[in-house]
């Protein structure tokens, strides 16, 4: 039997790849921090960029904004929008006093400015009807596993996968873990599954990941909550999508909606780990919101080709294990 490995499985190696620049990145930051404090604002923002370019999507949004300053500053209108456009909607924003920053007043007249301005003042008055206390617990869980990702993959790079030190670092985690579900269990016993309009998008997302690091009968009992709130568009459906087939495979069966994605250790290649009914995986996925399923298999580069999956699906289920 080939080694196997489901995609939601692999927190080891996907973090590494997260946390293989994070020095460089710093190194970069700190240089660009140098050079706008020495008013050296094109050479800021150009480092900047080049420390982005190491570390993609995991930039940190006060970066960005300093990069926005400095573009701003250097008379470069278009680089500036970017990186304001990047975290005006990203998950990670506050409106940073976008408005009243002086460094950009130099964009005021650009009409692109206008959007900026409104998105801010949108985003101040959804954030203003979060439940402060709540919005404030989850958006603590976020941050602390985004952090989680980074140190697992830090310790990876430094010590091994199969380290005492790793070892000890995923022991905490998974206290953590187990704390965080006896806390938000109740907190939905009591209150229902909470919306992005109740904690954010930060917050339902970090709600989501504890119900998904949940044993498998923590994860049926509050499957019905999540349901409910996909058909009231008060949470993300592939949230549901990914939890309900974790739990049908968990129990032998094939999933529903093809979110759980494998890799083949040996030859690295991804697949479509076994699937309920192929051929009808988009009307499923469309009943809940979600898009087309060549879409989503194109991220990991994959064609949805059905005739070849049927053909190769009986392989699939005995390597899983599938009933």
């Not at 990047?86 to 009409?111: C, K, M, R, Y």
């Not at 996968?161 to 206290?175: C, F, H, T, Y």
């Not at 309920?276 to 919101?289: C, L, T």
């Amino acid at each position: 039997m080939k080694k196997i490995i489901l995609v939601f499985l692999t927190v080891l190696s996907v973090n590494s790849t997260f946390c293989q620049n994070k020095e460089k990145y710093a190194e970069l930051v700190n240089e660009a921090s140098k050079l706008h404090a020495n008013k050296e604002y094109l050479k800021a923002a150009h480092k900047f960029s080049e420390a982005f370019s190491t570390f993609g999507v995991y930039a940190q949004t006060d970066d960005r904004y300093k990069a926005a300053c400095a573009w701003a500053l250097a008379n470069q209108p278009d680089s500036a929008f970017v990186q304001l456009f990047q975290i005006t909607h990203g998950e990670d924003f506050s409106d940073l006093n976008i408005v009243n920053n002086a460094a950009l007043s130099s964009l005021h007249s650009d009409e692109r400015w206008n959007f900026i301005v409104e998105f801010v003042k949108e985003n101040n008055e959804k954030t203003g009807k979060f439940d402060a206390v709540l919005s404030a617990k989850f958006a603590s869980i976020y941050h602390e596993n985004r952090q989680a990702k980074f140190e697992i993959g830090e310790t990876e790079q430094k010590y091994g996968r199969n380290s005492n030190e790793m070892k000890q670092l995923l022991k905490s985690i998974n206290e953590k873990n187990a704390a965080n579900v006896v806390e938000v269990t109740k907190i939905l016993d009591e209150k229902g599954w909470l919306g992005a309009d109740v904690i954010g998008d930060k917050g339902n997302n970090a709600l989501f990941s504890v119900i998904q690091y949940a044993d498998i009968n923590t994860q049926e009992k509050y499957l019905p909550m999540l349901k409910d709130a996909v058909v009231k568009e008060n949470t993300d459906p592939a949230y549901l999508a990914l939890l309900e087939d974790e739990i049908a495979l968990k129990q032998g069966k094939r999933q529903i909606y093809g979110s759980r994605i494998g890799i083949d250790i040996k030859t690295g290649k991804y697949y479509v780990v076994p699937l309920e009914d192929p051929d009808n995986v988009d009307k499923r996925r469309m009943k809940i919101g979600l898009g087309k399923y060549q879409d989503y298999l194109a991220i990991f580069g994959l064609t949805w080709n059905i005739d070849e999956y049927k053909k190769e699906l009986p392989e699939l289920e005995v390597r899983h294990g599938i009933k």
